[in-house]
């Protein structure tokens, strides 16, 4: 690989720190400070420049991420992650989809930094117990302690069933049509008897700000059967690697991610705030 190593690498690099914050603009300013500090290196001297750079990202990760975690405890209802507009091609790659999946980075946010940093560097990236401990700054046998919890914590918390994309988007779209002809028993019949909402408004859009359980009463909300009618325009998009919605409520945008679950919805992310609806007009660049 030719020319400089952070130009070459930066799609992985830009991953990882995605996928340890959540957020796509955290993620940027934590490859700018990066870049600062290759930029100062002697790049002749490091014999694994790809090591190098992916140890100096997640270092500057878990800065920020500690940072950041006791902001979010100040954060208006609930948080989410906020979502990408991906190609179908990175859905190709099942485990990088996985882990950038919104339902999958809602988990990450239950763990630790150090947990999350170990869990994103050797289950999604595969990197050895020794260049872990570099980064977080553990020794090897604590990194392999760290990553036995991180992944029992995360199996415990994850979608147990893994649906084909052509199933996932075939549901996507039969929900969106329901919530754009504003057919509550469709609705109903897409959704999981025990579904759960959770939307993220952030205090800058009207958004439920605590989870909403049941499709009756997710129906109920999306339908506008408690305030008066809603208009939708919805798009099938890929966000973080699936097939989902971009929708637009009474001409406000909203991300919708949806977990399949046998052939219902059984988990709808629904993402207002609209700094977190950014990245929704140009693909990023994802590689593991």
Known sequence: MTGDPFVAHRSLLFTVAYEMLGSAADAEDVLQESWLRWAAVDSSQVRDPRAYLVRTVTRQALNRLRTLSRSREEYIGEWLPEPLLTSPDVAEDVELAESV???????????????????????VF???YGEIAGAVGKSPATVRQIARRARDHVA?????????RSEQRAVVERFLLALRTGRLQELMEVMAPDVVLIADGGGQAAAARVPVHGAGAVAR??????????????????LNGAPAGRVEIDGHLVAVSLVVEDGRIARIYAVANPRKLTRLDEAAELAR
Request: aromatic residues 6%; positive net charge; charged residues 25%.
């Open 156 to 164: 415990a918390r994850q979608p147990r069933v893994r649906v084909s």
């Open 101 to 123: 999946s919104i339902a999958m980075l809602t988990v990450l946010e239950t763990l630790g930094p150090t947990e999350r940093a170990v869990f994103v560097l050797r289950e």
């Open 221 to 238: 909300l999306l339908t506008g059967a408690d305030r008066g009618v809603v208009r939708y325009e919805t798009t099938t998009v890929w």
């Open 126 to 128: 595969e990197m050895p």
